[in-house]
């Protein structure tokens, strides 16, 4: 297997050792950690809620610093910081889209896993595991040959200018060759803390994120490297991450476990990989799509200084959404856990907790950048007049965010009883039925503050129609599993 891993995939020699580590292991001490992932079914269910909440959500913080410590350095780089901070906003889509492949692996399969765990079939949980990791491994190599040969049409097409490409190319030449270590990192610890080892998931993110916030003003500042240090910083400390999540889960401390024997393409559990991870997929992906959309209007009916505030609005986004998205990571092994054990009382009761808490978040967080966007905003520009543009349209752009939380409570339920369809519904409506046509018409009819206005009106229509579908969906799945 080494020789054949190395022949055919040509991978770094750092993933030799990966591959090597997937080898099988005997179930030894098992009865310790069923124990672990038992206490998602029998654990008093408010202090768990919160013990698994609380790493989830440093988790998120933690993984968010990659890209939003990369851009404040960016943004403060004297002399081009601001054409800098432009260009690398351009290349988030390309970032975007690989992580939604892992997303579309990772968190596809980890529900499904959950579930397995719930009804204690461990070997059915280590296939989805072994498959969702082979899936990854596929996604980095077609993903860095793609986007490495179409790279500046790519570019031009997400926004870029004359101005601001050489930053841009600079940046995502260097990100794509550690695509391989984003896959794993961040497709891979679902799977940690879908076994409830929420701690162990924050710690493989925790230790990339340290890593780059000490080599980005190394790179960036002291040896001059500019927008290439940020990147170079950027995938040193994936590849540190991604060794972390693999060594864990080839270890006698994961409940499941990478076996060499599982570690294929296997056509039925791909396909159920599949059907639940092309919401989240669509959910990344669209972002995408999304960015191009608005950061080619905002070029054509604005200009340079207009995308720039995109690139700040986008990296407040992620701020904002931090607490909501590690609360649903967080609880939803405990929702799939007790839907697959048939607890569907326990699964309601995660429910109402989830969504009172993360509308609580939206409305607090997406409140301070309607009310008081100049905090957000001068974390990442010292320009006066690329921080006045976007204080200017950052409340109407986030204003339906305050409520984004019970969406995010929705789609997290449908994730995690297996309800592929309605999650991607969901995924859809809100960004490519609504928001991409909405950022195309309005602009022709208000001008370039139609493209900050087409995000509140989607958010608000899909939060309803969220509401809507999630009342009616959730009574049937339960009452089937309540009567199979």
Partial sequence: MWET????????????FVLYLLSDHKRKGEGNMVKNDERLGNAPLGKLMFSMALPTVAAQVINVLYNIVDRIYIGHIEGYGQMALTGVGVTFPIIMVISAFAAFAGTGGAPLASIQLGKKNYDKAE???????MMLLCFSVVLTIFFSIFRNPILYAFGASDNTIVYAREYITIYLMGTIFVQFALGLNTYISGQGNTKIAMFSVLIGAVTNIILDPIFIFVLHMGVRGAALATIISQALSAVW??????S??????IRRKYFRLDKTIVKNIAGLGISPFIMQSTESLVMITLNSGLQ????DLYVGTMSIMTSVMQLVMIPTQGISQGVQPIMSYNY???NLERVKGVFYRMAAVCLTMTMIFGGMAVLKPEIYVSIFSNNEDLIALTCKYMPVYFLAITIFGIQMSCQTAFLSLGQAKASLTLALLRKVILLIPLA??????????GIYRAEPVADFISVTVSVILFITVQRKTLHQQQNP
């Fill in 245 to 250: 999540v693999v060594r864990f889960l080839t």
């Fill in 440 to 449: 195309i018409i309005f602009p022709k009819f208000m001008g370039v503050a």
């Fill in 127 to 133: 296939q989805i595991l072994g498959a969702s990791a």
């Fill in 252 to 257: 006698k401390k994961s409940v499941i476990r």
């Fill in 300 to 303: 054509k009916y604005g200009g």
């Fill in 340 to 342: 697959g054990a048939g």
């Fill in 5 to 16: 891993g190395k022949n055919f995939l040509g991978l770094p020699q750092l993933f030799h």
